[in-house]
Nanobody, 119 residues
Framework: QVQLVESGGGLVQAGNSLRLSCAPS????????MGWFRQAPGKEREFVAS????????SYADSVRGRFSISRDNAKNTVYLQMNSLKPEDTAVYYC????????????WGQGTQVTVSS
């Protein structure tokens, strides 16, 4: 069973930056795609960004494109979400998710980390 361990959330003022990290626990896991999602109070969970393990192909939601950057370090088996120019509307619980090779969906999810942006 894969467990995803997230870190890096917190409270920041608008305009500042945070970096989130996510890694599968229990050793190296050969995944196909990892993504970040977020859920604000009273709203549905939404896609933020994703990256492929091979080739590092990225995808972003329109709301974060140009401000957020997703990257991976395959040697450390870790995915990062660099969040710059944060806005109050970025406040949410951020979840890391993993899509295994040969799977058509994200099968594993982290526990979530709170990001709060004050105005």
């Amino acid at each position: 069973q894969v467990q995803l361990v997230e870190s890096g959330g917190g409270l920041v003022q608008a305009g500042n930056s945070l970096r989130l990290s996510c890694a599968p626990s229990g050793g190296t896991y050969n995944w196909y795609l990892m993504g970040w999602f977020r859920q604000a109070p009273g709203k549905e969970r939404e896609f933020v960004a994703s990256i492929t393990r091979s080739g590092g192909i990225t995808s972003y939601a329109d709301s974060v494109r140009g401000r957020f950057s997703i990257s991976r370090d395959n040697a450390k088996n870790t995915v990062y979400l660099q969040m710059n120019s944060l806005k109050p509307e970025d406040t949410a619980v951020y979840y890391c998710a993993l899509r295994p090779i040969l799977s058509s969906s994200y099968n594993y999810w982290g526990q979530g980390t709170q990001v709060t942006v004050s105005s």
